[in-house]
């Protein structure tokens, strides 16, 4: 999964890429596209505890590559032109500041993180708006030459350009499947989930979650308040050191944790796992995936030929402790193509190509 984090300057965008990336995550260039990418592994304690029922000879997270992109200068006149890379990303990750530092001065003058959001808002809807645009003068010389089957996509596209003209993003219009079909090749960035990164000062920790809840919900966007200064200072720490400091500030847990929480959520993912002597390994999935989804994420031939799914779930396996005793206590399933996964399933999956 790339997600792509973006914001005004001084923000405090980069100092948050840096904090995510000293949880054991590593660099992986991407300076010359424009933007730094690195990557980090998805948290899990309980891939930690599969590791300790099987005694794999490896373990594997899976993992999530951030991309920080250029500060959003203030433009001379009109909005911005956004970086296109970011139409790539799954989902954003825009960084508000929300911080008073006398010696840091906000592009705009002031802070305020609402007027922030509202107008980082209303760039990716312009953005998506030109895109909708373009396509429709296209669409319009076609039927002047007669070409009749393009009616049905300028109904559709003209929907869509009523509410990004209304300063509506894409991703709160209630789309249909096919219709987000239709439209995956435009990579519109109003569409993507958004979690907003609230910037706080140290001042402001213990009020966390109060201030997420001053912002208005919408849909497929949600609020997060950190620090990004702070959560910097802790990634440089050695790792031992990292929950006595985390506890002095009342921080129940790294930014990194909290945001790939989020971000699931949003995204509509879930986690299931393989486990064996060979190797634990942790597996995305949208949530809905039926069995032989989840299968081919692994190998496209374990999709194709599909014969069943052995499966416990994490919490039964923990319970019991082993796979045998799971199995004894009835907890171990054969489950078949209908089968919808389900977050913390613990699968071996049966094929023949």
Do not use: C
């Not at 250029?70 to 911080?99: C, N, T």
């Not at 296209?138 to 039927?143: E, I, Q, R, T």
């Not at 720490?237 to 971000?263: N, Q, T, V, Y």
């Not at 599909?306 to 009835?330: C, P, Q």
């Amino acid at each position: 999964m790339q997600i792509g984090i973006l914001g005004y300057p001084h923000a405090g965008k980069s100092t948050l890429f840096r904090a995510l990336l000293g949880h054991k995550g590593h660099h992986a260039g991407g300076r010359k596209e424009g933007y730094d990418k690195g990557v980090v592994k998805v948290p899990d304690s309980r891939i930690e505890i599969l590791a300790e029922l099987y005694q794999p000879k490896k373990v594997t997270y899976a993992e999530i590559e951030f991309w920080d992109s250029q500060a959003l200068d203030e433009p001379k006149s009109g909005p911005h032109e956004l970086p296109a890379y970011l139409r790539q990303a799954d989902s954003l990750v825009a960084v508000i500041a929300a911080f008073e530092n006398p010696s840091v001065v906000h592009p705009k003058g002031s802070v305020n993180p609402q007027r922030d959001i509202d107008d980082l808002n209303a760039e990716l809807v312009f953005s998506d708006l030109i895109s909708v645009e373009k396509r429709l003068g296209k669409l319009a010389n076609d039927l002047k030459r007669g070409h009749k089957e393009v009616v049905d996509e300028v109904k559709f596209l003209e929907r869509l350009k009523t509410s990004l003209e209304a300063n509506q993003p894409l991703r709160s219009l209630d789309l249909t499947p096919d219709e987000h079909k239709a439209i995956r090749g435009f990579e519109f960035l109003s569409l993507k989930p958004v979690l907003w990164v609230i910037n706080i000062g140290e001042k402001d920790l213990s009020r966390r979650g109060e201030i997420e809840k001053s912002f208005a919900p919408t849909s497929h966007s949600e609020f997060y308040a950190v620090s990004a200064e702070i959560e910097a200072e802790i990634a440089e720490l050695p790792e031992a050191d990292r929950p006595a400091f985390l506890s002095d500030l009342g921080i129940a847990e790294p930014a990194l944790f909290g945001m790939i929480r989020h971000i699931y959520h949003l995204s509509g993912l879930i986690s299931f796992f393989t486990a064996g002597e060979p190797e634990v390994r942790a597996w995305t999935v949208p949530r809905g995936a039926r069995a032989p989804q989840a299968a081919g994420v692994i190998h496209s031939d374990f999709e194709k030929g599909f014969i069943r799914a052995e499966v416990v779930h994490f919490d039964r396996l923990k319970e019991f402790g082993n796979i045998h005793k799971a199995k004894e206590k009835g907890q171990l399933r054969l489950e078949g193509k209908e089968y919808v996964v389900q977050d913390g399933d613990v699968i071996l999956f049966r094929f023949n190509v």
